[in-house]
């Protein structure tokens, strides 16, 4: 019997013709496969229809819910306001752009019970090549500028315990977070588990991450966080990664 309580979170920008289908998907897993479950979906300043249809949603299912910005303020500011509005045990996120299987939340919530972040690793990435390059070449730059525990830094499928979570301070308002938030909780003495999970092609949307702007604020809060995040002192020595889910973290 499913006995977690989750929380989704679902950021969005200009999602209009991936929305519906996302919260279908998400909610569907939950049904199968939680014992409660809300969906918060964090609309970040949409000019297309993709508040709308998360609204008509709502109206029809109250485990949904709409949380906007007037406008968009980015993917990290997304994931904050969707973190501070959780109110389950555990909470998990994924993007509204439906480049993962929903039916693979299982997969965490096995190691949900004695980790406090399940985080997925794409095990073949099915972006652009162009994309595939700058998350390469991403990867390399935190992982050699910071203590980063997983693989896949930005895989937009992770699950945490909300107390893990409830701790942090979290400032990063970009493509930052994830980095962020893995340091911290790591450095917190928090347990990591990796697993691999399935990604799919986006077939509908445009992706932003690649934009040049959305770049430059990434490089400025890299810039801006390396004295913070490398001064951290661990609290323990963490665990980080499971060796019996994915073995040592190494770069994708």
């Known amino acids: ?34 014992a409660a479950y809300e969906v918060l979906v964090v609309d970040d300043g949409s000019s297309d229809r993709t ?23 980015g993917y990290g500011q997304a994931l904050r306001t969707g973190f501070d509005n959780a109110t389950l045990d555990f909470v998990f996120f994924t993007d509204a752009d439906n480049q993962f299987d929903m039916d693979e939340l299982p997969l965490l919530l096995a190691w949900a019970d004695n980790a406090d972040v399940v985080a997925g690793y794409r095990k ?3 972006d652009p090549l162009m ?25 937009a499928f992770k699950l945490f315990r ?34 691999g999970v399935t990604h799919l092609p986006r077939t509908a949307g445009a992706a932003h991450g690649a934009n040049l702007r959305v770049i430059l604020r990434a490089f400025r809060e890299v810039s801006r966080m390396y004295p913070m995040l490398t001064d951290l002192a661990p ?3 963490p665990s980080d990664v499971l060796p019996a889910a994915a073995g040592p973290a190494s770069g994708v």
Do not use: Q
């Open 162 to 195: 909300r107390s893990a979570l409830a701790g942090l301070t979290i400032e990063s308002g970009g493509a930052m977070i994830n980095t962020e938030i893995m340091v911290k909780v790591s450095r917190a003495g928090r347990t990591v588990v990796e697993v």
């Open 51 to 73: 508040a709308e249809l998360v609204e008509r949603a709502a109206r029809r299912d109250s485990s949904i819910f709409l949380l906007s910005h007037g406008a968009n303020r």
């Open 235 to 237: 609290t323990t020595i």
């Open 131 to 155: 994309r595939r390059a700058n998350a390469w070449a991403w990867n390399r730059l935190v992982r050699l500028l910071f203590y980063v525990p997983v693989r896949d830094i930005d895989c």
């Open 124 to 126: 073949n990435r099915r």
């Open 1 to 34: 019997m499913p006995h977690h309580r989750v929380s989704f979170v679902l950021p969005a920008y200009n999602e209009e013709a991936n929305i519906s289908r996302a919260i279908e998907s998400t909610v569907a897993a939950a049904t199968r496969y939680c």
